[in-house]
């Protein structure tokens, strides 16, 4: 490759995996372009940024696929707008329906660009830093934009179902959803939540659940532009085809990890009091009664054993009033109530999905300790169970059934991935590790020189 010269090249280092990096500016020093020995340097067409310049690289949608990254130069008090409007000339895009945002520290799409008059400078957008190209207009200030999901869990509640096809959404980068059709899946403890998306609602921040809630469930002719207005090209559809009587039988949830997460309790509470920033996604679920839970209630998933076979019945809603302590006493007592069982012929247990494990709540007698005979802390609040709203608690009838175990063939398979996940990762964190040594496999490596020693006093000050 020929260029014009000194002048019209420029030095950049190279990682581990062979990536360019940011161009050395002509006036830095080796300390402070950071470079070590044994760096890599790459010699490369193009002048360097200058000390007033941002080199930037960006990627057209949120799927960054290392070494695909476009790069720019820019001046720093450039502004967003006009930086954004660089990047769709060099991408070859067109239109106003974009906008950028920074990349996470996961490499998804993080927080957005929202100022659009503002410089990179002061942003604190500096050299290297990758943004996102990411389509879609971002909703006026004050305004919330809120993908809304349908969430339909798999208990008694057939009556709500959809005549659409049930499906089950799986999640991809930069918070975009796609739905494939599922079977339905066995009636364990950790079957697939099946969310299938509506669409995005732009809503104003001051607007109260209750008014999310009523907005969205009428239908889109009754729909006001006052609180709530679609996207173009965005529709909610109709609710009707859920048969819902009215908004006060929807519950609301944020979506966390492809699942529910923070239960939405108080109607008459504003959006912006939930703190729920630019990127939270809420899925409404059906109930059969109107629900209007306090903040001392909890709202539990209880499975039942049953006997005989490593599986759960359909999950059942429980509300657990805490009002008296968050004490594994008084969740007990609940779930024997609920399931009309004696508390002393009930075990429970916290599922943990993450880890396709069981946590029991062991009864008092339970609690007291061999050595020490203390009670041990009893607040299921705390570790090692931070129980909360969604939790589930898997039931044993001792009456049918005596043993310890609580898991499912599904939770023995889930284990059994994950170990096969973590050896591999081992594995090829390993290979890794001896291909960027430059000490051939299985050498040894010389004693590291120590310097000499030296004398070390001690003066202690007078404080008399």
């Known amino acids: 490759m020929e260029w014009g010269g000194a002048e019209d090249s420029c030095l950049r280092p190279i990682d581990r995996d062979g990536k360019l990096l940011c161009p050395v500016p002509d006036n830095y020093t080796l300390k402070e372009a950071e470079l070590k020995m044994g760096s890599s340097l790459g010699l490369c067409p193009g002048k360097a940024p200058t000390s007033s310049q941002l080199f930037l690289f960006f990627t057209v949608g949120s799927d960054v696929q290392p070494g695909t990254e476009m790069e720019i130069i820019v001046e720093e008090t450039i502004s967003v707008r006009d930086c954004l409007k660089v990047m769709l000339e060099k991408s070859g895009l067109s239109g106003d329906a974009w906008h950028l945002r920074k990349m996470d520290w996961c490499y998804e799409a993080g927080e957005a660009l929202w100022e659009e008059d503002a410089a990179l400078k002061e942003l604190m957008l500096s050299s290297g830093d990758t943004l996102l190209l990411i389509e879609g207009k971002l909703p006026p200030l004050g305004f919330l934009k809120v993908p809304i999901w349908w969430y339909q869990p798999r208990g008694p509640l057939h009556h709500w179902k959809s005549h659409q096809d049930q499906t089950n959404c799986t999640f991809s980068q930069g918070g975009v959803w796609r739905a494939n059709s599922i079977q339905d899946a066995p009636s364990d403890a950790h079957a697939e939540v099946s969310l299938r998306y509506l669409g995005d609602v732009e809503i104003s921040e001051d607007a109260t659940l209750g008014e999310l809630k009523s907005q969205v469930s009428l239908p889109p002719a009754a729909r006001t532009l006052l609180v709530i207005w679609l996207l173009p090209a965005m529709t909610l559809p109709s609710f009707s085809e ?8 929807l519950r609301a949830w ?10 939405l309790r108080v109607h008459y509470q504003r959006l ?8 939270t996604e809420i899925c409404l679920e059906p109930l059969q009664k109107e629900e209007n839970l306090g903040p001392q209630h909890v709202l539990l998933r209880t499975q039942m054993r049953l006997p005989g076979k490593r599986a759960y019945a359909l999950p059942v809603d429980l509300v657990w009033d805490t009002a008296r302590g968050w004490t594994a006493g008084s969740l007990r007592h609940r ?14 247990a916290k599922y943990l999905p993450e880890k396709f494990e069981w946590l029991p709540v062991p009864s008092w007698n339970q609690q007291i300790t061999k050595r020490k005979k203390k009670k041990k802390q009893d607040n299921l609040q705390g570790a090692p169970y931070h129980l909360k709203d969604g939790d589930t608690i898997g039931i044993k009838n001792l009456l049918v059934e005596d043993d310890d175990d609580f898991s499912t063939v599904r939770d023995d398979i889930g284990r059994e991935k994950q170990k096969a996940f973590a050896l591999g990762r081992k594995k090829r964190q390993e290979a890794l590790r001896v291909r960027s040594s430059d000490v051939p496999s299985g050498a040894e490596m010389p004693p590291r020189p120590r310097g000499p020693e030296a004398s070390l006093s001690i003066h202690v000050g007078s404080f008399r």
Request: glycine letters at 4%; hydrophobic letters at 35%; zero cysteines.
């Open 335 to 348: 779930v024997a109530d609920f399931y009309s069982l004696p508390v002393e012929k009930i075990e429970i």
């Open 242 to 249: 859920f048969s819902i009587p009215s908004p006060a039988f």
């Open 272 to 279: 912006r009091e939930y703190k729920l920033g630019q990127r």
């Open 254 to 263: 944020t979506v966390e990890s492809r699942r529910p997460g923070r239960l």
